[in-house]
Each structure stands twice: as structure tokens, then as C-alpha cells.
């Protein structure tokens, strides 16, 4: 794979045209902590893959933009060459009265592509997070996979985790799945962790930690990874 | 010989209502092993969630004193630092959290409990490593998540790891025999035994006499609906093995 893409992205509105060329490689990281918008315009050649992490952090330890912090993030994929692959990741972490989205519109129009979107985030306060994700296969797209997570840990009575699978499949021959949690952790865990010795805080953190290492993981780079997982490790509460 | 553990007439019953512990009294004292045995849903899980403070169970009556102090105060991160360990029938997974990172959050709080500064990177790999070497686990399981893909018996070794990692004074074993294969359960048993101090107690739970070939008991008590109906000495187990629980269930 080529190297790393890592931009940090600026208050405002931010367009991003993704467009790969046959068998073209791009992972690109995408670091957001000021309020704005981003439009993610994602074409691929057949044979491309595009790796994109979006790190959303519209929560008041991060960055230096003031508040209200709203991020929204718009993911329109056309994939009409076959055998490419797509995978889109997203961590958001949001807090007070800050509200992130991420609107996702995978459109399968050929067969044999793959599609994988994992978007995970964790709630305080009165924020909010909306996650809507269509995922659309054409009639004739067989041999199409495209898979879908979304997983939120809402951490106050005020705040709201909104998610909205979408998904429009006309071809038969397909591997598709789509699943979303809300919640809070499993007390189960937490007693184990307890009962270890580990403060009931402590116990949370690691816990949080892992929930967002599942989408950090997928970042190659592991210079970015750490920085990535640092900052986002200070901001956890 | 010192009091470890002294728990008086306690009563525990399930948050939403029913009263599953009806008024246990049990006395362990240092370098003691007591073994509970008891038919299915006696219980004996529900003792040691309690003993470890649980909140699925509320404590209705009675008392319970950890060395000295009244144990059902305090949180139950606060009874491991004070020497409670609980070997769970069930190991939880915890996917994303490593064993290493696991161990290490655990044993600094420990040691932070205690007034002593946290283990350097190289000490705490040593200390890894030896007490892996107790239960014979691969180094590879250090990097893994915590009991995340173990098998039945790899996580029963695990809860030995733990325990060896946090020198408990009061070792609480739930059922830490069941699924293990014969080669395991001597591993387990061994490593518990190397573990037995003068100074330290255990509390084994078990339907079988093969773990008490290797840990054997000072006494044992035989947990009935809630209350020890009977207590007695290691030959206890071996009736039990052979004639189930009936006839001490009947001579009530
Ligand atoms: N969280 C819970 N919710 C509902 N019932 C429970 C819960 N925990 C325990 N119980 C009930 O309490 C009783 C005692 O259970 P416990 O697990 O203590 O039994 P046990 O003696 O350990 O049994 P086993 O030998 O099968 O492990 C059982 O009837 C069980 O169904
Ligand atoms: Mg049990």
C-alpha cells in the first residue's frame, strides 16, 4: 500500500474527491476537531481500494476551535468498476451540546466489490450523534459484499445516538449485513475488571479504549496509530 | 493461626426479590483450605458474587469481616486490594483489553493500594512470565485479549494466572476444575497448591473429588438452599462423589 494520507481538516466546508484509478491503493486519515463539514466524493477504479478513517472529535478536550463543535460528514461511494474495495472508518467523540453525523450512501452499481463501513463513537452530556448508512446494491451487482456496524457507548441520560441502516438490495447473490448497538457497557465486564482490582473508573476507560482500538486497528500506519489512539485516549472520560 | 474471613448469619437475596443465601456462617482462618460443595443452584456462585461484592445481590442480614474489617463496605475493587480474589466459574471475555494490559492496569492499583510505586516495563514482563510458567501458559496468550478465543480450560488457567499475579489472602475458587481435561486439572491443581502459604486461605467450590486430590481440604461444608447443612472433614467429598447429596438432604 502507499503511504499514509493523513490530513487535518479545517473549520468550514472541505470536499474530497476520492477518485482511484484502476488497481490505484489510497488510505487516507482525515483528523476533524474543528466544527465543519466534509463531502467525501468517492470513486474507484476496478481493482482500487480506498482505506478512509475519519476521527471526528467534537468533544472539549480536543483541538483548539471553540464550541459548538458540530461535525457532519458525508460519504457518497459510487463503486462501478468491479473488484474494488471500500472501506470507510469512523471514530467520534462527542460531548456538551456537540452533534457529529455521518451520512453514508454505498452504492454498489457493478458486482464483485466490497464495501465495509465500522463507525463507532461515544456520547456525554447532551450530545448527539446521527448515523445514517444506506447501502444500495444494483440488480445485476452479484457477488457484491458489503457489510455495516455502527456501535455507540452513551455515556449520560441526555445524550442521543441516532442510527439509521438503510439498505436498497436488488441482486441476489449477495453477502450483506448491517448491525447497531447503543449502550452502555456490559456490567459483566466491568464486575471482572472490579474484581481484579481495577477501579471502577479504570475499568470504564479500558473498556472505552478497546471499544475505539477496533476502528483504530485498521489504521497501517502504526506511528499515526499511536498518535491517533493517544489523543484519543487523553479525551476519554 | 489468624481469622481471614468471618461471615455470621448472612443473608443475600437476588436485587429484584428472591433470598438465595439464608443465614451462612463460615470461619477460615490463615493457612486453612475450605472446600463448599452443594447440588446445583444451592448458592455457592451466589456466595462468592457476594464475598466479592457483586451489586446483582443485595445483603439483607448478617456480617461479613476481611481481616479485620467489615468487607461488605467496601467496593469490590477495594476487597482485591485487600486480599479477596475470586476465580470465576465463568471468565468474562473482554475483547480489545490484552491479558498484559489487563494485568498490568490490575497489578499497579494493587500496588498503588499498598503505597508502592508502579512496576517498570522490564519488571512486570518478569513477573509475567513467572507466573505464567505456574499454570505452563504460552507466552502468546499475553498479547491476546483478555480470555477472548480461550478455550474452557485455558480460561480456568487464566483465573490461576490472575491469581498468582495478585498473591491473594483469601483465594475464592468457583468451580475452577469444571472443563478442564485431566492434564489441565493437574496443572491447575498443582499451581494452587504452589501457591498455598502459611499466611493465605482458599475456598474452593466443587462437584468433584479430583480437584481436592491436589488441593486438599481442611473441611468441608455442603451448601443446601442457602445455608451449610453440614460440615466436615476431607472424607466428606468423596461420599458425596459416590452417594450424591440425598442422604444429607434427607437427615435434615
Ligand atoms: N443474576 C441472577 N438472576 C436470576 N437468578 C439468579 C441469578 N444469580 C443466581 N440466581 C439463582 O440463584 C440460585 C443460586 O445460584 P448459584 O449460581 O449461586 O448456584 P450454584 O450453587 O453456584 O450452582 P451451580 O452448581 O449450578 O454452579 C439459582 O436458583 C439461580 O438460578
Ligand atoms: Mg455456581
Known amino acids: ?237 | 493461626m489468624g481469622k481471614i474471613l468471618e461471615i455470621k448469619n448472612l443473608h443475600a437475596k437476588l436485587k429484584e426479590g428472591r433470598e438465595i443465601l439464608k443465614g451462612i456462617d463460615l470461619t477460615i482462618n490463615e493457612g486453612e483450605v475450605h472446600a463448599i460443595m452443594g447440588p446445583n443452584g444451592a448458592g455457592k456462585s451466589t456466595l462468592s458474587a457476594v464475598l466479592a461484592g457483586r451489586d446483582t445481590f443485595e445483603v439483607t442480614e448478617g456480617e461479613v469481616t476481611f481481616m479485620g474489617e467489615n468487607l461488605l463496605e467496601m467496593l469490590p475493587e477495594q476487597r482485591s486490594w485487600a486480599g479477596i480474589f475470586l476465580g470465576f466459574q465463568y471468565p468474562v471475555e473482554i475483547p480489545g483489553v490484552s491479558n498484559t494490559n489487563f494485568m498490568k492496569a490490575a497489578v499497579n492499583e494493587h500496588r498503588k493500594a499498598k503505597g508502592l510505586p508502579e512496576l517498570s516495563a522490564a519488571e512486570f514482563i518478569r513477573m509475567m512470565k513467572e507466573k505464567m510458567a505456574i499454570v505452563q501458559m504460552n507466552q502468546s496468550f499475553s498479547s491476546r485479549g483478555v480470555n477472548v478465543g480461550f478455550s474452557g480450560g485455558e480460561k480456568k488457567r487464566n483465573e490461576i494466572f490472575q491469581m498468582a499475579m495478585l498473591s491473594p489472602k483469601l483465594a475464592i475458587l468457583d468451580e475452577t476444575d469444571s472443563g478442564l481435561d485431566v492434564d489441565a486439572l493437574r496443572i491447575v491443581g498443582n499451581g494452587v497448591t504452589q501457591l498455598k502459604t502459611p499466611q493465605n486461605a482458599s475456598l474452593v467450590i466443587t462437584h468433584y473429588q479430583r480437584l481436592l486430590d491436589y488441593i486438599v481440604p481442611d473441611i468441608i461444608h455442603i451448601l443446601y438452599d442457602g445455608r451449610i447443612v453440614r460440615t466436615s472433614g476431607a472424607e466428606l467429598a468423596r461420599e458425596v462423589e459416590d452417594k450424591g447429596y440425598d442422604w444429607i438432604i434427607k437427615s435434615l
Open chain 1, 1 to 237: 500500500m502507499g503511504k499514509l494520507e493523513y490530513i487535518v481538516q479545517k473549520a468550514g466546508d472541505n470536499a474530497y474527491p476520492l477518485h482511484l484509478g484502476v488497481d490505484e491503493r489510497r488510505e487516507v486519515l482525515v483528523l476533524q476537531e474543528c466544527p465543519g463539514k466534509a463531502d467525501f466524493d468517492i470513486r474507484l477504479g476496478s481493482g482500487a481500494q480506498l482505506d478512509l478513517t475519519v476521527i471526528s472529535m467534537a468533544c472539549s478536550k480536543a483541538g483548539a476551535c471553540a464550541e459548538p463543535r458540530n461535525i457532519v460528514n458525508g460519504f457518497k461511494v459510487n463503486l462501478d468498476s468491479e473488484n474494488a474495495v471500500c472501506n470507510l472508518n469512523g471514530v467520534y467523540l462527542v460531548d456538551s451540546g456537540n452533534r457529529v453525523t455521518n451520512k453514508v450512501d454505498m452504492n454498489h452499481n457493478v458486482g464483485h466489490c466490497i464495501s465495509n463501513q465500522l463507525f463507532r463513537g461515544i456520547l456525554w452530556d447532551s450530545s448527539r450523534s446521527d448515523f445514517e448508512g444506506r447501502i444500495y446494491v444494483a440488480p445485476d451487482a452479484q457477488k457484491t459484499e458489503a457489510y455495516q456496524a455502527n456501535n455507540n457507548i452513551v455515556e449520560s441520560e441526555q445524550a442521543r445516538a441516532h442510527t439509521q441502516p438503510h439498505l436498497e438490495i436488488y441482486a441476489d447473490d449477495v453477502k450483506c449485513s448491517h448491525g447497531a448497538t447503543v449502550g452502555n457497557k456490559e456490567s459483566g465486564e466491568l464486575f471482572y475488571m472490579q474484581s481484579r482490582g481495577i477501579s471502577l473508573a479504570n475499568a470504564k476507560v479500558l473498556l472505552k479504549q478497546a471499544f475505539l482500538l477496533g476502528v483504530l486497528e485498521k489504521i497501517s500506519d502504526d506511528d499515526l496509530k499511536e498518535e491517533m489512539s493517544m489523543k484519543i485516549l487523553s479525551s476519554l472520560r
